[in-house]
């Protein structure tokens, strides 16, 4: 059974600094890319970031790009997403989701398999 969980969410500080894993299983982790997205209370969830199956390639969505690190463990079957300089724009909900490439728009129906989400919340 293929499942991807994500954790690692919570509150913090407009600056401030969180780190995202998605923890996979039932499936060879290392054939897949693997991307993140965001959904906002009242907006349509978006592509945040992805990485390639051997983690030489990354995409970013421009409004975090510089800020936002994503790579992956393919001994652990984790990708992470580091993520600093948080703003209130980041919160919502956070998935990943994994695909067969990594493309530079990361689009929704690439790809499937979506974890539960974990909360992200920047707030003073």
């Known amino acids: 059974q293929v499942q991807l969980v994500e954790s690692g969410g919570g509150l913090v500080q407009p600056g401030g600094s969180l780190r995202l894993s998605c923890t996979t299983s039932?499936?060879?982790?290392?054939?897949?890319?693997i991307g993140w997205f965001r959904q906002a209370p009242g907006k349509e969830r978006e592509g945040v970031a992805c990485?390639?199956?051997?983690?030489?390639?990354?995409y970013y969505v421009d409004s975090v790009r510089g800020r936002f690190t994503i790579s992956r463990d393919n001994a652990k079957n984790t990708v992470y997403l580091r993520m600093n300089s948080l703003e209130p724009e980041d919160m919502g909900v956070y998935y990943c989701?994994?695909?067969?490439?990594?493309?530079?728009?990361?689009?929704?129906?690439?790809?499937?398999?979506w974890g539960q989400g974990t909360q992200v919340t920047v707030s003073s």
């Open positions: 039932g499936f060879t982790f290392s054939q897949y890319a």
């Open positions: 990485v390639s199956n051997s983690g030489r390639a990354t």
């Open positions: 989701a994994r695909a067969a490439f990594c493309l530079p728009i990361i689009k929704i129906s690439d790809y499937s398999n």
